[in-house]
């Protein structure tokens, strides 16, 4: 009884924890080894033609971490964006709101305010960073105010009560996806490039001075020393080289921005020369004086004024974004997911991926055998993608899962070895109290294995209705599990608090092959604790059994 009520309540809570997990997880997800998929919209139809695949079940996700500012409460949390035009996706997110605690809760993305506008997938994406000047290429311009209306974000159970968010909140998202500009700026030395590199800017002012001379309507200076001068200056330019102890980055990592661009202007205005001829580079006239321009910049630098500049280039890297908050979907402490889900838009913006996504998402028509069809997709697909299921992905949750339900088992177990001695002892005891009888058998003729099947009949029969008896009790107590816990919780006993769990009621998954196995592992135990004492029985010498008669 124990066992089966035991097992079934985890069953259940399994069951549970995989239904919420598909709920919000994709069944497959495709990466492909170049990095970000940027075909994403022809990529989605491609997949929906598969084998097995649900019709326009792929949709494109990005996820990643942002810092979430809210009233008095700041905290990190994690985020996936979806293609809301795929209803789908957004449906399978509308059908896990938690309308008993949030009734106000919906899921509906992005609506377009224009009444021109048509489908969402037809819309332009918004700008890829708030107040910047960098737009996702290929993509026009777009007044979000007009064409997208609020942004509108669905938060989780967990993060709801953790920060007391209810629909209609306003929270605003810091991205932190390119920290390490802002710290590159921030680690900027405290010396101009000309104080770090004077060897190298020195020699190369006096070759400007001394290889540039006047030719006509031009300047003219001989290619090879150029080439020298040219060289000696990109040495400044940081790139990444590989060393026997690793990647390195090359001199000139340490320059501010507006440094690194005048040294740029320096290199494209000498590789751009109007022609050459017999071993000279003609230049526009003035073109020595705006070198020698750009090295007085270097070399007069103003620190401060550089800094500040450094600075506000960097605000588009964590300009916060306001998002409204439009509904609560139900997860829980043992299967948490995604702390929000955003537009594919808003999760490109974040993480400045410039129109790029970093996966595709399926779902199967049997998720749980999802394996099997990510195995006929690595085959399609060839080796340029990485396909993988959700078993792989959450591969480390089940297997804390199942481990879990091992060592309960385990331990439960010794619930029935305890049975099956107890059974030995009493099946011992008889056979002491009817020795005389047994002696009498064997003094009639009885064989030992006749002795033995007398004693493993009464075995079986305890066996067999105690199984029956505790199959019975338990599917009871499971068909009133909830009044169960109901009296548990009246007498201050809570063993599966729903803030936990997650859920209102108890989960319960009945198996019939674990309870067949439960039941017959119970009758084989009482029939081995039975033949002990009855061997004991059978091979006693019957003169001694008589004497007390």
């Not at 084998?51 to 996936?80: I, M, N, T």
């Not at 809301?84 to 993305?109: C, H, I, W």
Request: proline share 6%; with cysteine.
């Amino acid at each position: 009884m124990v066992l089966i009520v035991v097992l079934s309540v985890h069953n259940g809570f399994e069951r549970n924890l995989k239904d919420t997990l598909l709920g919000f997880s994709p069944h497959i997800s495709v990466y492909s080894n170049d990095g970000l998929i940027y075909e994403w919209e022809e990529m989605e139809k491609t997949l929906t033609q598969k084998e097995g695949v649900e019709r326009s079940s792929a949709y494109a996700l990005v996820e990643g971490f942002v810092l979430l500012d809210s009233k008095l409460w700041q905290r990190p949390v994690r985020f996936r964006a979806v293609n809301t035009a795929n209803e789908d996706q957004t449906g399978a997110l509308r059908d896990m709101l938690d309308l008993e605690n949030y009734p106000e809760s919906k899921v509906d993305f992005n609506l377009a305010m224009d009444p021109s506008a048509t489908a969402p997938s037809s819309l332009p994406p918004p700008p890829l960073l708030d107040g910047g000047d960098v737009a996702v290429p290929g993509f026009p311009p777009a007044n979000e105010a007009e064409i997208y209306g609020d942004r509108n974000v669905v938060i989780s159970k967990q993060l709801a009560e953790g920060l007391n968010l209810r629909p209609g909140d306003e929270i605003r998202l810091i991205a932190a996806s390119n920290l390490d500009a802002v710290m590159k700026v921030y680690s900027v030395p405290d010396q101009r490039a000309w104080d770090l590199y004077p060897d190298v800017f020195e020699q190369f002012e006096a070759a400007i001075n001394e290889l540039f001379e006047v030719d006509g309507d031009e300047e003219k200076a001989p290619a090879k020393e150029l080439l020298e001068a040219y060289q000696l200056i990109e040495r400044l330019i940081p790139v990444e080289v590989e060393t026997p102890t690793g990647p390195v980055m090359t001199e000139g990592e340490e320059m501010r921005p507006v440094e690194q661009r005048e040294l740029f202007s320096i290199l494209d205005l000498l590789i751009e020369a109007d022609r050459k001829e017999d071993g000279w580079s003609y230049y526009p006239t003035g073109s020595q004086a705006q070198l020698l321009t750009s090295l007085k910049t270097l070399r007069e630098l103003d620190l401060e004024k550089a800094d500040n500049e450094g600075f506000r280039e960097i605000e588009k890297f964590v300009v916060p974004k306001t998002l409204i908050v439009q509904g609560v979907y139900a997860d829980s402490q043992r299967s948490q997911g995604p702390d929000l889900f955003l537009p594919l838009t808003i999760g490109m913006e974040l993480k400045g991926l410039k129109g790029g996504v970093e996966s595709i998402g399926l779902r199967v028509d049997d998720p749980y055998h999802a394996e099997e069809a990510a195995e006929v997709l690595r085959t399609a697909l060839g080796d340029r993608w990485i396909v993988r299921s959700w078993m792989v992905t959450h591969a480390q949750q089940f297997q804390l899962v199942k481990t879990e339900k091992i060592m309960m088992s385990f331990a439960l177990s010794f619930i029935t070895l305890l049975s099956a001695f107890s059974i030995m002892a009493v099946m011992y005891t008889v056979t002491v109290q009817k020795r005389q009888e047994i002696g009498v058998m064997k003094a009639l003729g009885a064989r030992p294995s006749q002795i033995v099947r007398v004693f493993v009949y009464q075995g079986l029969i305890v066996g067999v209705g105690g199984a029956l008896l505790g199959l019975a009790m338990g599917l009871l107590a499971i068909r009133y599990r909830e009044g169960i816990v109901t009296i548990l919780r009246g007498v201050g006993i809570d063993p599966f608090p729903p803030e936990f769990h997650g859920m209102s009621s108890l989960p319960a998954h009945i198996e019939s092959t674990q309870l067949i196995v439960i039941c017959v592992v119970a009758v084989i135990l009482c029939l081995l604790a039975a033949l002990v004492p009855a061997l004991m029985a059978a091979f006693r010498d019957p003169a001694k059994s008589l004497r007390n008669l």
